[in-house]
């Protein structure tokens, strides 16, 4: 929408710009031109006014310069001709004989007769006009007043700076004009792009909509936009309530992209009944689409949760939307529904059910873990601090009392080492930082470490631990401590869940290129049904007899992960009651130190 | 239960000590047994039920998760022989696990100690339910 309006506004500036030229040079030469007609009329006013104006001064300095003549007083009829150009504001004002001498003037340079002859001399009638006058002096004969007025006088300036200031305030005027005309009708022209985008295939409504700034017009539109998409979603509503075909293939897509989404999606009406739902939504549901349609919602999410839920949903602080879970189906095909739904401006509600089981199912797997670790934490903790207390409190117990409670404090200590080993080797598969720190492995004293460091447990239980080792053992490439962690998971279960008086047998050999190593022991043994899963993460079969045995679910997980790494593996067979035999295999590579 | 009276010479308590960790039970019978007390142990709580029936208790220290039948079970089913009814008894729990009232009113589980825990509490609320003093001992 952004890019259309972007696109047609340039278009339509130019549009108004060049139409507000044109009216503003149209506005212009009528201003000119009358200005040219006023400028006209008042010439010819000003030289009549000029006119009338020489004719009153040489009435007035006409009379005077008579008698002056008369008197044969030059000196006064200079006096005369000076002082009418200056207050009558001429130019020039002379007194000039009939034979062209000057008698008088303003500009006393050009002055040429010096005396006032006693007999004047003729003056011929066409020397007279329209700036001369004729002095008649009685018994003398007659000279010529000559006037000129000044030329400023003769323009009017005022007019001048009145024009230039309506010129001036006509443009701010058009500029003023110009301005709020675009202000004014941005609107309009907004409105004009968004039909032309809509022209070019705009379907977006909200985007269509105009800013608030835009005033009524905007409100206007926007209001208009609304109902519009009321009155569109109304009739898809009702189009896919009545299962019609869509008209546009806009609208086919969506619905078959709906229609093939792995959420379910529903929408239902005011009363909540379903209206629509997708394929996903009719298998959450349980129904067929034809079946669902009509059927109210609650009536197909059986459980306490949806009814709440839903009733959230006429809650005004909910505005108009709720997110719960719930229940569906029975026993083991339970699905645990994560429930979305927001009410819709036309009406009616959009609802989207997303399967939320494997998630729950991994939530509680985890739970159990960290229950189970705190425990497994606990247990060798509990007897560190009672056996630290008893050495505390018994200073002077025999050496071989002391001696074997500082050994159940250091079996307990290693203990603890095992389980944070294994639970931060855990966090780095689940973070995919695992790393094997390769080197030589020796493997006889690997064997010779493990005996003895399940030689105390062993005998606790009373079981039979025995180690039966090729003689020779080969050098191999891998990471020590993952390879200890890994076996001694594997014989500390053999251990566990063999009860007292069982035997645990570990052998290794190499096989072909393989070192295999095995853990047999006579324990309860894994059932049929939970020998699948036995290497998965926080797994712990559903058995009553390894419920009440603490563990993470985590030690046969972690084993197959550090055998993996070495590019081994691990498997496992059973017989319920009679014991279980896990193999355990790794590739032998020839020793580093060899290689290099 | 065998409650001591006036200034008759008194007799060994006994404890029963039930944890799956011969650890636990280990330790605690060879603490209880310096103080004075008889001590019988068990590593589950079927074992345990079986001594109940045979000896008389002064009280019962037990773990909360064991194979076989818990410490919960274990409880219960004591509550409800009649020798051992009003036998106090000393829940170790290593989960955390928080008893609802009613299951210690139903239980008659007095005190709930989790781990780990202190020989020496353990001692002083033994103790205390057993109306036993050191000095006693």
């Known amino acids: 929408m952004g890019r259309f309006l972007r696109k047609l506004v340039p278009g339509h500036a130019s549009l108004i710009s060049s139409a507000l030229v044109m009216s503003t040079a149209v506005l212009l030469s009528a201003l000119g031109a009358l200005w040219w007609t006023v400028q006209q009329a008042q010439v010819a006013e000003s030289h009549a006014s000029a006119a009338r104006t020489l004719q009153a001064i040489a009435q007035t300095v006409g009379a005077q310069l008579e008698r002056g003549i008369a008197d044969r007083d030059l000196a006064g009829i200079r006096m005369i001709v000076l002082e009418a150009a200056r207050g009558g504001r001429l130019s020039m004002c002379r007194v000039v004989l009939g034979d062209g001498s000057v008698l008088a003037d303003s500009d006393v340079g050009a002055i040429t007769s010096k005396t006032i002859p006693e007999k004047l001399p003729p003056v011929s009638s066409a020397a007279l006009g329209e700036h001369r006058f004729e002095l008649a002096i009685p018994g003398r004969g007659t000279a010529i007043l ?179 879970e719930c229940g569906v189906g029975e026993g083991d095909v339970r699905t645990v529904l994560r429930v979305s739904a927001r009410s819709v401006a036309a009406g009616g509600y959009a609802i989207l059910l997303e399967d939320v089981t494997q998630q729950r199912v991994a939530d509680r797997s985890k739970n159990a873990f960290v229950e189970q670790a705190t425990h497994e934490l606990r247990t060798p903790l509990t007897n560190i601090r009672l056996y630290v207390e008893a050495l505390i409190d018994n200073p002077n117990s025999e050496v071989a009392t002391r001696s074997q409670h500082l050994n159940v404090v250091n079996q307990e200590v290693r203990r603890l080492e095992r389980i944070v080993g294994d639970m931060l080797s855990v966090s780095e598969i689940e973070a995919g930082t ?163 | 239960m065998a409650k001591v009276t006036g200034g008759a010479p008194m007799a060994k308590q006994t404890l029963l000590i039930v944890d799956d960790e011969p650890c636990v039970t280990f330790m605690l019978a060879s603490r209880f047994r310096e103080l004075g007390f008889e001590v019988h142990t068990a590593d589950n709580g079927e074992q345990a039920i079986e001594i109940a029936r045979t000896v008389e208790l002064a009280a019962v220290i037990s773990d909360f998760q064991m194979p076989r039948k818990d410490g919960l079970q274990l409880a219960r089913e004591l509550r409800q022989l009649p020798s051992t009814a009003n036998v106090p008894v000393v829940m170790l729990t290593a989960r955390g696990h928080r008893l609802s009232p009613r299951e210690l009113q139903e239980t008659g589980i007095q005190h709930v100690m989790p781990k780990p825990f202190s020989a020496r509490e353990l001692q002083n609320i033994i103790q205390e339910v057993c109306g036993h003093s050191r000095e006693a001992a």
């Open chain 1, 146 to 324: 000559e006037m000129q007025p000044s030329a400023e006088s003769a323009e009017p300036q005022s007019l001048q700076f009145a024009f230039a200031g309506i010129a001036v305030g006509a443009l701010v005027a058009v500029g003023a004009a110009s301005v709020v005309i675009r202000r004014r009708g941005r609107p309009f022209t907004l409105v004009a792009d968004a039909l032309s985008a809509v022209a070019s295939g705009e379907r977006d409504l909200a985007a269509l909509e105009l800013a608030d700034s835009t005033g009524g017009v905007g409100t206007a539109w926007n209001e208009f936009l609304r109902e519009l998409a009321r009155h569109r979603a109304r009739e898809r509503l009702e189009s896919v309530a009545s299962g019609r075909v869509n008209d546009s293939a806009h609208d086919d897509l969506a619905l078959k992209l709906v229609d093939s989404m792995w959420h379910g999606v529903v929408f239902a009406d005011e009363e909540m009944r379903i209206r629509y739902c997708n394929g996903a939504a009719a298998i959450f549901l349980g129904g067929t689409r034809e079946s669902l349609a009509g059927t109210p919602i609650a009536e197909c999410l059986k459980s306490s949760e949806t009814g709440e839920g839903l009733l959230r949903l006429s809650d005004a602080k909910n505005r108009g939307r709720v997110v719960f």
């Open chain 1, 434 to 596: 695992l790393k094997l720190a390769l080197h030589d492995v020796r493997l006889p004293s690997l064997f010779t470490d493990l005996e003895a460091e399940f030689a105390g447990p062993a005998r606790a239980k009373n079981i039979a631990l025995k180690f039966d080792l090729h003689p020779k053992l080969p050098t191999i490439v891998g990471d020590r401590d993952k390879l200890i962690l890994a076996i001694t998971n594997v014989i500390g279960n053999a251990i566990k869940y063999t009860p007292e008086g069982g035997t645990v047998r570990v052998s290794a050999r190499p096989v072909d290129s393989d070192l295999v190593v095995e853990v047999a022991d006579s324990g309860i043994g894994i059932r049929a049904e939970d020998i699948e899963r036995v290497f998965e993460r926080f797994y712990r079969a559903h058995d009553p007899r390894v419920e009440k045995i603490v563990g993470t679910g985590l030690g046969l997980a972690l084993a197959r992960d550090v055998l993996r790494l070495h590019g081994g593996d691990i498997s496992v067979q059973s017989t319920p009651d009679r014991g279980s035999t896990f193999a355990l295999k790794f590739p032998i590579r020839s020793p580093m130190s060899r290689a290099a």
